[in-house]
């Protein structure tokens, strides 16, 4: 079983920047692969970043370049740089944690950019 809590999202104006936080809890962080997804009003979620357990990642296009995804795994934490943010990329945002035999969400963090 693995607890997992978002922080760090807020209302921050375009070309703004945050940095999302996930504490895990309850298994071996290490092996999981971790990642962030995000939901809009009416939309569904998607993928934003995943970063394996050997650190690879992978982005979604429209977060490319604007992004990164890390991982500290003495700290059992996953962060999320955001910078250049746009209006769009207002949702909430899920952090996952994912191996062979689960599947884990926390509860979400908003993400509000707007001026």
């Known amino acids: 079983q693995v607890q997992l809590v978002e922080s760090g999202g807020g209302l921050v104006q375009p070309g703004g920047s945050l940095r999302l936080s996930c504490a895990a809890s309850g298994s071996v962080f290490s092996r999981y692969g971790m990642g962030w997804y995000r939901q809009a009003p009416g939309k569904q979620r998607e993928l934003v970043a995943v970063?394996?357990?050997?650190?690879?990642?992978n982005y979604a296009d429209s977060v490319k370049g604007r992004f990164t995804i890390s991982r500290d795994n003495t700290k059992t934490t996953v962060y999320l740089q955001m910078n250049s943010l746009k209006p769009e990329d207002t949702a909430l945002y899920y952090c996952?944690?994912?191996?062979?035999?689960?599947?884990?969400w926390g509860q979400g963090t908003q993400v509000t950019v707007s001026s």
């Open positions: 996952n944690a994912r191996s062979r035999l689960a599947d884990y």
């Open positions: 970063i394996s357990s050997g650190g690879i990642t």
